[in-house]
């Protein structure tokens, strides 16, 4: 694929993401399509043919010479002949390469589409009415020379389709095969995108985006789309991660996809391991949840957490005792784990609604004791501390009791689900886990749940990993109020549960070990070759692995 100074988008493996040519970001709330030689192939209108049939000279535009024509009756004429040539063409018509593709996708999710076009609108629903896999149903909007609009390259058409579907002109992303096009888009303040119709035709120089075939352009609508909450998907969060390559070789473990911390080469014995954390779910217990939360992804590299800086920021309207109450809880928390509270940072600020703690925990492990998950081999065994969805079960009993109650959990049934919380650190276990030398990964659990940590930790690790369904240890509580709100315990908040990767001789042992703690720990997989995903079976038979767009706690929330 040639390449031009605009942004481009092609084959998206290993690509980098199409940007504006400023490198702004952008968003993209409505598409618009030209509609001969962009939502069709190009060539079923016959422009020379017209142009010779009402006497046009070559280069001039079609619909402005027949409006410069003084006399009435040879307006009429030039009128009438485009329209035929036009109903000729809409017969002729054929869906455009990557169009059924980009259709689709934009139809799934929800996309608004419209065709503004110099065509008459009988032409347009003549064509569409022929066409596979298309129909005048999918455009809201179909603007054309019939209304009492300015034409492209005017930007009428497209400022009238932004104030129907009461949008910012800048959200919309107007898609065309010819100057006329852009530069309507442009006049209007729109996003531009030009198809070259594989390289036939040379874009225009002050274009958004040059795409080769329609179905390109997935990927630029794709990255224009809101984000559904919670975290990244791990394509993207992968994408962002790559642009941030380190530079500094003092780095041991920087930031991966699966990986819990950083770990950064002191010069001596010693690694200080780095990890941060939002607190953005829970509204009870919120400085608690904020240490542990942390304290968790620096114990996972087999460091001791050692110093918290947390930075608050509370809503307005918020009083002194609120914010102090915070802060002594934040003390309160670090304590028992021998964690300082050693600063950070308090405001107030419209920016959020409800208070929030943004965390940042430091600690230091023995440089013979950093785990680091590269070190995964073929073989090695996969556990699981305590059971799933610890975090979440006790979330959602604290936040959502109503709704167990008016699903019939007694008041007790409730309180001991709340008791959850309480079981989210997995510092013992891991404390544990780094004496042993065939421990080669921790991972902990966190948004996503099992389903999510298990993915990310093979990704890490840089293997497949094959795992026993039927092995997977549930609270019968998780269990009742999964059922009774209709959620999968596996896509659940599951801070408090430990994944562990061991050579297969070392996996009694620590078993015995954490055991011992009195902590339940199960084997629930082995690592397979290297590479990525996940290899499913329930009772010795192939399973699917459940995959979930967000956590299922967010679901509760609408």
Not at 12 to 20: F, K, N, V
Not at 86 to 98: F, M, Q, T
Not at 188 to 195: E, M, S
Request: aromatic residues 4%; hydrophobic residues 45%; proline residues 5%.
């Amino acid at each position: 694929m040639h390449t031009t100074h605009e942004a481009r988008v092609g084959d998206t493996s290993g690509a980098p993401s199409p940007l504006l040519r400023s490198g702004a970001p952008f968003r993209i709330d409505a598409v618009l399509f030209d509609f001969d030689g962009t939502l069709t192939k190009p060539g079923a209108l016959d422009f020379a043919g017209i142009r010779q049939a009402i006497g046009c000279p070559a280069g001039a535009p079609v619909l402005e010479f027949i409006a410069s024509l003084a006399d009435a009756g040879e307006r009429g004429r030039c009128r009438s002949i485009l329209e035929r040539f036009e109903a000729e063409a809409a017969d002729r018509a054929e869906l455009n390469k990557g169009a059924g593709v980009l259709l689709s996708f934009l139809r799934a999710h929800g996309v608004p589409m419209g065709i503004v076009t110099r065509n008459g609108v009988d032409s347009v629903r003549r064509a569409l009415k022929g066409l596979s896999g298309v129909s005048l149903a999918d455009f809201g909007l179909v603007i054309s020379r019939d209304l009492p609009l300015a034409h492209k390259p005017a930007p009428d058409g497209l400022l009238y389709a932004a104030e129907q579907w009461k949008l910012e002109p800048k959200s919309l992303l107007m898609v065309g095969d010819h100057e006329l096009d852009i530069e309507a888009g442009r006049l209007a303040g729109t996003l531009t995108a030009f198809l070259t119709n594989e390289g036939s035709e040379s874009p225009p120089a002050d274009v958004d985006f040059v795409v080769d075939d329609l179905s390109e352009l997935v990927r630029v609508v794709h990255l224009g789309l809101p984000i559904s909450s919670g975290k990244l998907p791990p394509g993207l969060l992968g994408e962002a991660l790559a642009a941030i390559a380190p530079m500094d070789s003092s780095l041991l473990v920087g930031a991966a996809i699966g990986e819990d911390a950083a770990a950064v080469d002191l010069g001596g014995s010693e690694v200080l391991v780095l990890a941060s954390d939002p607190i953005t779910l829970a509204t009870d217990s919120l400085a608690r949840y904020a240490v542990l939360v942390n304290a968790n992804d620096v114990a996972t590299c087999g460091a001791t957490p050692r110093w918290f800086l947390a930075t608050l920021l509370f809503p307005p309207g918020s009083t002194a005792s609120q914010i102090l109450a915070v802060v002594r809880d934040l003390k309160a928390s670090c304590d028992p784990w021998g964690i300082s509270l050693c600063g950070g940072h308090t405001e107030i600020t419209s920016a959020v609604s409800r208070p929030l703690v943004v965390g940042m925990m430091a600690g230091t492990a023995l440089r013979r004791q950093l785990v680091d998950k590269k070190r995964m081999q073929q073989g090695d065994s996969i556990l699981l501390t305590k059971q799933v969805a610890v975090e979440g079960t006790g979330l959602i009993a604290r936040e959502y009791g109503a709704r167990l109650a008016a699903a019939g959990m007694t008041e007790a049934e409730i309180e001991e689900c709340r008791s959850f919380l309480d079981r989210v650190s997995i510092l013992e276990e891991a404390k544990i886990a780094r004496e042993f030398t065939g421990v080669s990964a921790m991972h902990d659990v966190t948004e996503g749940g099992l389903a999510a940590a298990l993915v990310e930790l093979g990704t890490a690790g840089g293997h497949r990993l094959r795992v026993h369904l039927d092995r997977i240890p549930i609270f019968p509580q998780t269990r009742r109020i999964c059922a009774e709100l209709g959620l999968d315990p596996l896509g659940l908040l599951g801070s408090g549960t430990l994944l562990l990767s061991c050579d297969p001789g070392q996996a009694d042992s620590l078993v015995t070990a954490v055991r011992a703690a009195g902590i339940e720990v199960t084997v629930i997989g082995e690592a397979l070759e290297v590479g990525e995903g996940i290899e499913a079976q329930c009772d010795g038979h192939q399973a699917l692995w459940p995959v979930f767009e967000r956590d299922e706690v967010t679901r509760l929330a609408g």
